[in-house]
């Protein structure tokens, strides 16, 4: 059975502050996905990476994906208060016909003003 | 291009009655999956559908039924409501491996 861990399962900071969060499985992935979730609203995705090694930027967010295809994380530089959130990683492995999707349990970061 | 849509957004049930929840998916999407989210245990998968076909099924009782319909608009029921399927139901569609969500039904049962 493939399963995706994260880490930390909840961190609190202070606004400004740097963050990295972690998700890692022993399984390889295809391609790896994360998503930020806030309370009452489905997840949002915010980046999809595909090749081992890859760095993605958005902003303020830096996720990187291992080079074997088994983890990857998500680093937040001066975290701000709308940063709070759930966050979500999710892998994809290839099936015969289709991919199939696990998601990881999440991350809840808190941001404090 | 539309997001997901879900219907209704709020509902409040009482223990044994049935419901049934309603998901749009992004236009092309063939793909539907289902989630339950409860705060103590994260995204269940309950199950995913794709052209009007069940390809992948969770660990949900049978009282958790779906289906989905040939314009890829899918359904999902849960009959004999218990207390602890309060939750907020969520579907996803996808054209390949990434899921787009969308925002959710949240259902309480008394």
């Known amino acids: 059975t493939q399963l995706l861990e994260q880490s930390p399962q909840f961190l609190s900071i202070q606004e400004g502050e740097n963050l990295t969060v972690y998700c890692n499985s022993s399984s390889v992935f295809s391609s790896l996905q994360w998503y930020r979730q806030e309370p009452g609203e489905g997840p949002v995705l915010l980046v999809t990476?595909?090749?081992?090694?890859e760095v993605k930027k958005l902003k303020r967010l830096t996720f990187q994906f291992g080079d074997a295809r088994k983890d990857s994380s998500l680093h937040i530089t001066a975290a701000q208060p709308g940063d709070t959130g759930l966050y979500l990683c999710?892998?994809?492995?290839?099936?015969?016909?289709?991919?199939?999707?696990?998601f990881g349990p999440g991350t809840s970061l808190s941001v404090i003003p | 291009k539309a997001g997901v849509t879900q219907t209704p957004r709020y509902l409040i049930k009482t223990r044994g009655q049935q419901v049934t929840l309603s998901c749009s998916p992004i236009s092309g999407h063939r793909s539907v999956s289902w989630y339950q989210q409860t705060p103590g245990q994260g995204l269940q998968f309950l199950f995913e559908?794709?052209?009007?076909?069940?390809?992948n099924k969770g660990n949900f009782p049978g009282r958790f039924s779906g289906r989905q319909f040939s314009n890829s608009r899918s359904e999902m029921n849960v009959s004999t409501l218990e207390l602890g399927d309060s939750a907020l139901y969520l579907c996803?569609?996808?054209?390949?491996?990434?899921?787009?969500f969308g925002p959710g039904t949240r259902l309480l049962v008394l």
């Open positions: 990476v595909v090749t081992g090694g």
């Open positions: 999710a892998g994809a492995s290839r099936g015969t016909s289709y991919d199939k999707v696990i």
């Open positions: 996803a569609s996808s054209l390949s491996a990434t899921q787009y």
């Open positions: 559908y794709f052209s009007e076909t069940q390809r």
